[in-house]
């Protein structure tokens, strides 16, 4: 009782103080302000205490210099200022409809294909509503609900899952029979054997990205080879882990092109300062960057990685998203075994997503990644980290499997399946090939072909006076023309600067994912804010 | 084409070397073994190289000591050596069933509800099924088939999507609606406000732990305050951050109880030895230990944490899993709000998980922290690690809304959803029960009370002869007894070793979760071998 009138007691002292010198305590976001009534609060607090004085030795208030370095020096810019600054517009669209020149904010930052309005595969749906809720499995109205293969699809799936729980927990690489269903997708993909021990099923790519980052670097003398540009869960990732990122430039003038010299020049410079360059970041398809490698370049790239000893980390998340012809995807597994390479010949690490592909299932966090060439005592310490999360979740597990052997010729469902998987591809290279035109008719812009993936990752030649101005608001140039072009239109792309580039160029990385109806807009406004950017700008 | 001959030939000459030095080449798991074998063929490899020597500079093969030392300190007990051997039992029975004195595995190393035969929540899973394939809702068979109030539900959480679109990547705290219906049921369970922006939605609460680690810990001097014994999730992450666990005992004398005495006495040792604390954990209701903290003693906790400036970690996902009359499961932002401390007066982060409570959901991977207390610089930093990761999943983030606003009285499916609620609930304390006493009827046992959780944590005394018999084998003595309770039984318990214990103490950790009707089977195996062992070994 005592101790409670103690507490009421400090309580009213210390809602006093905070009203007395801060009128506004619960709105005030300045963080000196903050900062001090949280002092005095604190001070007039450990003065009311009936038990003991405030210790000299207390720990300081949390504050961001007191934070783990490593998360301050990450950044993560396709969900960063720009992405803020669209939120903030939206907000404003919502409250005051026409407060802005255009109706809506078109996010091409993000590869999020469903947020656009991109509609999930039917099939692949249909199975995951029937695991969730498998008591409607046997019920006579889900004969006209669903498909035949696909109520047939779920309960193969649910007989591979221990007492058909799809709410337990998973082996810690995920559910055995889904990693059988995914090994064998690979199989077919590749002509080579894949082994379901090797599969550790992940929460999208992302973690999987993590935990090797995690394993292999010890300290920032440790590197990753990365592309530049890059995807920036490698810069964010690699930071976060305390690590090096040693950059090897893609080289523009021939579509993004991957140059053995580059490697070794590069490789070369790093160890002469002392870095350990411990594994290559490949992503084929390419990211910002769209380029597909040939399959000649995969073996100049496995013969460069079996030779200096690096770990082949190979992000094929995109290996669906083809849209040319003359080039076709081939994994870095199929092109080492291909060169004779065996299971113990050389560290291999494919990344694949249900994110990406034709069917765009972001929302799902499914992935996985298989792991070749690692000795059993590594491959231990890679179980042990993915034990430590238990498992990915069991819808993007099933869904991983579904992706990896989607609906066969005979099946009921194949001819939907493939009709809806055929037009989200062919209409996503329309997309493209119309973005790719449109922007290398603007004045000052280049843009190489989006072979696969779904980006664009044009050259802007801004005028020095635009480059002054952007100087003049401490932003990097292109970081500030994509903050005028989405103040413009509505359009957020992401500056070039988060993904990396040759120094002294500027890109911005566009998706090509909005909707195809809205496409002929989206380039007339672009045409429009950079023909009257560039007027305004023009040296 | 010369290149590709090349190949051909290396590829020739590595088989040859493979097959002449290890005819086991590709089934061999012997570390040396392999060893020698991969540097052999790489040596040939690189003379049989047409375009350049293997280069002195070339980074060492990847062994686990070139590994994160990090990595290679991490533990993880509920997952480890024990379970290991179980599964290596399971497959011996399914291939040769009858092969040992026992006729199934019976996991009760995790609390992974489902696994052993608990049913989801009809409710749940319906709305899960609904949002899943939302394409089936205006159909009439749906009406047969899903309840009228899981129809209403999936359409008020699809409009609260943008796009309706569940396969899209959310806010990276989560979908605001979402947040909305979690705050509100929080605001329910509390009497306090909870807002939105507070909360972040994570893919069960392990990654939100991680999260903070990685957010808190610098260096090996960073201290995070855990209780012994604990959850290994904590000592795991420590790990993994590079942080120090700094042990705080729990006392089994009085029922587990959390002594700010120990706390003092534990904190002022880790000071002088130069450890800066940054943050206490507290696990309640108690994991391993099942006790439920009385709310005096948390206001204490939060008195303390005040003082001391420690960031207050509050594991809360067992708040729906209480067992006894006399205890409330009460939020350390209930009890800090009621002394009186406000939004900005502590740092406080409580997690939640959809895996624990009635529900089981483990396999959905949902679940949140509640983040208050800290000074929007800090709070943007935590929300740039949550987009590192783009977001949680979203059926779990669906569930985890779900789980914080369940039918209420007057919906259609309430009924049925609190007749599957209390009738799990009763029977985990009717099992809880059962498995306490008959724990306590075992020679030289002695186990606390399961007044929360889903845990018992009996402490055994051991004879010295099986003590000095553990040693010889190089065991734990628990660790030792677990394993020849398994070999008996085919029960699995984790050894009191993996969670801490007072030196020179024992004990194991077993869940209550196995299904009712096979808890007679488990009391008279388990006091059957416990007599046998005991006979073996009394001094």
């Not at 009421?8 to 801060?22: C, D, E, Q, Y």
């Not at 998340?317 to 597994?333: A, G, L, M, R, T």
Request: hydrophobic residues 35%.
């Amino acid at each position: 009782m005592r101790k409670f009138v103690a507490h009421r007691a400090k309580a009213l002292i210390k809602h006093a103080t905070a009203s007395i010198f801060n009128p506004h305590h619960h709105l005030s976001s300045s963080s000196n302000h903050y900062y001090y009534t949280f002092r005095l609060a604190r001070f007039l607090t450990s003065i009311a205490s009936d038990t003991s004085m405030a210790s000299d030795k207390s720990t300081p208030p949390l504050t961001v210099d007191s934070l783990n370095p490593k998360v301050l020096k990450c950044e993560y810019a396709v969900r960063g200022e720009i992405v803020s600054l669209a939120q903030k517009l939206q907000q404003d669209l919502q409250a005051n409809p026409g407060s802005h020149p255009f109706e809506e904010i078109i996010y091409c930052n993000i590869g999020n294909p469903q947020s656009l309005g991109q509609q999930p595969i039917t099939f692949f749906r249909e199975v995951l509503a029937l695991c969730d809720h498998p008591t409607i499995l046997d019920r006579s109205e889900t004969q006209g609900l669903f498909s035949a293969d696909s109520i047939e699809r779920a309960w193969q799936i649910l007989d591979q899952i221990p007492g058909r729980a799809t709410g337990a927990y998973s082996h810690s690489q995920g559910n055995k029979g889904l990693r059988d269903s995914i090994a064998a997708g690979i199989e077919a993909r590749d002509g080579f054997p894949a082994d379901p021990n090797d599969l550790f099923l992940t929460d999208g790519a992302s973690p999987a990205v993590h935990m090797m980052m995690q394993l292999l670097i010890r300290s920032e003398q440790d590197g990753i080879f990365c592309p530049i540009p890059q995807y920036p869960l490698y810069s964010a990732s690699i930071a976060l882990h305390g690590g090096t990122l040693v950059p090897y430039y893609l080289d523009e003038a021939t579509g993004w092109g991957l140059e053995i010299s580059e490697l070794k020049k590069q490789l070369e410079a790093a160890r002469q300062k002392g870095i350990t360059v411990r594994a290559l970041v490949v992503i084929n398809p390419g990211n910002p960057t769209g380029q597909v490698l040939a399959e000649e370049n995969q073996r100049d790239i496995v013969e460069f990685c079996k030779k200096e000893g690096l770990v082949l980390l190979a992000d094929e998340v995109y290996q669906e998203n083809i849209y040319v012809p003359e080039k076709q995807f081939h994994s870095f597994k199929k092109v080492s075994r291909s060169m004779g390479y065996g299971d113990k010949d050389i560290p291999l690490v494919s990344f694949q997503s249900v994110s990406k592909g034709y069917h765009g299932e972001c929302g799902k966090r499914g992935g996985y990644m298989e792991v070749t060439g690692f000795s059993p005592e590594v491959r231990e310490q890679i179980y042990k980290l993915a034990s430590v999360n238990l498992c990915s979740n069991i819808s993007g597990q099933i869904l991983a499997s579904l992706v990896m052997s989607p609906p066969k010729v005979g099946d009921e469902s194949y001819e939907s399946y493939s009709a809806e998987k055929d037009g989200i591809l062919q209409s996503l290279a329309r997309r493209a090939k119309t973005l790719e035109d449109a922007l290398n008719n603007l004045e000052g812009v280049t843009c190489n072909k989006a072979e696969g993936a779904m980006y664009l990752f044009p050259r802007i030649v801004l005028p020095n006076k635009a480059i002054k101005k952007a100087e003049s608001l401490k932003k990097a140039p292109d970081a500030y023309y994509a903050s005028r072009l989405l103040n413009a239109t509505g359009i957020v792309v992401v500056p070039g600067s988060g993904f990396g580039q040759v120094p002294g160029t500027w890109h911005f990385r566009c998706t090509i994912l909005p909707q195809e109806e809205k496409i002929p807009a989206i380039v007339s406004q672009l045409t429009e804010f950079h023909k009257k950017f560039m007027d305004e700008f023009r040296d």
